[in-house]
């Protein structure tokens, strides 16, 4: 459907992404994937509280936890619940009425999920992420770049655009920090599973 700019629109994000597309990413090559993602942001961030936004299933929250860390989750599909029963659901194309305290985590986790969202609420969930973090706190955050293909990838955005606006929300950009933990996930052979981690993901630092 269209909204009533005449922009694509998806009321409802489950009804693109069903179970299936929630437990791939919990299969057992995955999970050893999110495990070793889990420990190289450990090991980069020392954090003590972390919130991913679009987490599916919920595979990199579970490693995380499973290390001791205070994860949670979010997802803006339904169906995702039906793979792990301990994420908040939230549309993350909506500012309002979300389900976790503004700025109160250590990292906040965004892999390959802004494409997924229509272009016009790219603003919104940089916002998001922004909010979420705390003072000092780090931002991880990865989309595809134009060309990627993928399910329900409706807005792909180089790299630089992304950084533009995560920029533009008061994050500060840190270039060695993502030459560092890109380095460090190529180094893991688990880790190309999930490959999109490696290619992608970009570390901001909010003030």
């Known amino acids: 459907m269209q909204d009533a700019d005449g922009n694509e629109h998806i009321a409802d994000p489950s009804a693109r992404y069903e179970k299936y597309y929630h ?21 980069h961030f020392r954090p003590d ?20 860390v205070a994860a949670v989750g979010v997802d803006g599909s339904k169906t995702s619940l039906e793979v792990c029963k301990d994420i908040m659901i939230h549309d993350l194309r909506i500012k309002d009425g979300i389900p976790w305290t503004p700025g109160s985590f250590d990292l906040v986790t965004c892999g390959d999920v802004a494409e997924h969202l229509e272009p016009q609420y790219s603003d919104v969930i940089c916002q998001l992420c922004a909010e979420a973090t705390k003072p000092g706190g780090h931002v991880c955050f990865g989309a595809a770049p134009p060309g990627q293909g993928g399910l329900g990838h409706v807005n792909l955005q180089s790299h630089e655009d992304w950084r533009g606006r995560l920029v533009a929300c008061g994050l500060e ?9 890109r380095a460090d996930l190529r180094s893991r052979p688990a880790a ?11 570390v901001f630092q909010k003030p």
């Open 23 to 43: 437990s791939d990413g919990v299969a057992p090559k995955m999970m050893v994937a999110w495990d070793a993602i889990a420990i190289t942001l450990i090991e």
């Open 192 to 202: 190309c599973e999930a490959w999109w981690w490696q290619n992608n993901m970009q």
């Open 49 to 68: 509280t972390v919130i991913d936004l679009g987490c599916s299933g919920g595979g990199l929250v579970k490693r995380l936890i499973a290390h001791g």
């Open 173 to 181: 950009y840190c270039v060695l920090a993502t030459e560092a933990f």
